[in-house]
């Protein structure tokens, strides 16, 4: 550890420059917290900055759905909020049937969230769907509707947190990977390359990475990484307005006002967790393909513009990890976002913000504690680690 006349202090330090460490450091800044995040490689490099965008409330697992309404608000707030609303567009998200077992599906989906309050997600018929949406294919047969949900722009929007943490004095540095903490008394440090780093309260938002750093302080989470990819086409006349995805088959899909369409939802590529990167796999990317041209035929020959892969941190029961630790004081956690934080990411910073700040969240984080995996931890670990190998 450096001498201490080297050491960088704050209140706070925040171990990730992606969206929930950016929109957790623009929180916690508005508070009066002085803040440093430690960015591995730079700002949005990783799933923040390459996502597909969708800022979806639809198909959401139960315990994370109050979460999700909270964020749609900052969304649809966020120009007051940031001044820059991140490029988001409330398209609304449209959840496709194409069978008549898949609207079923549909219908018991939405009447279990009303049994619990919830009114976000509208069953649509056949018609509706496709006055919605008149170029898609005619066999469909219904769908889920959520008005108010949409897309962004991923690096604007992370950028647009980071610039505005740092206008109320939030640090960033980037090229900084942290490569160890510990806590001494009542303060932790974060030791890193260009120095060492010391705050009384640390946040590790670090991705698919978090996991090796929770294992630095004895506490094991069965986080491991997986590679998703997109592909954005090439322009196309206007065809499509809502956000869609698929009930029986997996697809995210949407049209951005310059013509181009990205087209994800979820598919596995390949994750390099040591290298710090995603590789695109070719054949998955063709299945998503025909998933389109199934909905839209007319986008048979459209080409392909480019393809990319995002490394995401999933966990086993599929919800994040958002937790103070339970092994040591002032130590919080963010991550294991499993392909659909984006959406998050402005709601849990302000969660987290009041967590860490204030020590109770104003929304129950209960369901996402890091010791809820028990003793399946060390099981998963090892698969992260061989995941991480291949
Ligand atoms: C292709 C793709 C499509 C997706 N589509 C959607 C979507 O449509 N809607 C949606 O809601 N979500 C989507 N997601 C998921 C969403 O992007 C992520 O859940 C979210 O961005 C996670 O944010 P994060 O801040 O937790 O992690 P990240 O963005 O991965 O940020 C973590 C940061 O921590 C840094 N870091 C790691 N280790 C260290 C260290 N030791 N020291 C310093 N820094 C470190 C990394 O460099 C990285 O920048 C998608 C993800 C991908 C990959």
């Known amino acids: 550890m450096n001498d201490a006349t080297d050491i960088q202090e704050a209140d706070v330090l925040v171990i990730g420059g992606g969206l929930h460490g950016t929109s957790s450091a623009f929180h916690m800044a508005r508070r009066g917290a002085n ?4 960015e591995a490689d730079y700002v949005a490099r990783h799933s923040s900055g390459v996502n597909a965008g969708g800022v979806r409330t639809l198909g959401r697992p139960l315990p994370e759905i109050p979460l999700a309404l909270m964020s749609r608000e900052i969304w649809h707030g966020m120009n007051d909020l940031l001044g820059e609303d991140g490029g988001f ?12 077992d898949e609207l079923e599906a549909c219908r018991q989906r939405v009447a279990l969230l009303e049994s619990h309050g919830f009114t976000h997600e509208k069953v649509i018929d056949r018609q509706t769907v496709l006055d919605l949406e008149p170029a898609l294919a005619r066999h469909v047969t219904g769908g889920i509707w959520a008005e108010r949900d949409g897309y962004a722009l991923p690096y604007r929007t992370t950028t647009a947190f980071r610039l505005a943490a740092q206008r109320l004095g939030a640090r960033f540095l980037e090229g900084t990977p942290v490569r160890r903490i510990e806590q001494r008394g009542t303060r932790w440090f974060a030791v890193t390359p ?27 989470v069965p986080v491991h990484p997986e590679g998703l990819m997109l592909m954005v086409t090439h322009r196309v006349a206007p065809f499509c307005s809502a956000t869609l995805g698929a009930t029986g088959r997996p697809l995210s899909f949407k049209q951005f006002d310059n013509g181009t369409v990205v087209i994800g939802g979820k598919l596995i590529g390949i994750a390099d967790l040591a290298h710090r990167h995603g590789e695109v796999d070719f054949v998955r990317l063709v299945r998503s393909a025909r998933t389109v041209t199934d909905l839209f035929p007319h986008l048979r020959h459209l080409g392909v513009n480019r393809a990319w892969a995002g490394v995401e941190a999933f966990t086993e029961d599929e919800l994040p990890v958002i937790s103070a630790s339970r092994k040591a004081s002032d130590l919080y956690y963010s991550f294991g976002y499993c392909g659909s934080g984006f959406q998050l990411g402005p709601g849990c910073g302000k969660l987290v913000s009041e967590l860490m700040l204030d020590g109770a969240p104003s929304i129950s984080l209960d369901a996402f504690a890091i010791d809820r995996f028990g003793r399946n931890a060390a099981s998963s670990l090892t698969r992260a680690a061989s995941l991480a190998t291949h």
């Not at 803040?35 to 430690?38: E, T």
């Not at 609304?92 to 069978?99: N, P, R, V």
């Open 89 to 100: 567009v409330p398209s609304g998200q449209l959840k496709i049937a194409e069978t008549d």
């Open 194 to 220: 260009h120095g060492t780093f010391s705050a009384q309260k640390l946040l590790v938002t670090a991705g698919a990475w978090s996991g090796e750093l929770a294992q630095q302080v004895g506490e094991p």
């Open 35 to 38: 803040v440093i995040v430690l």
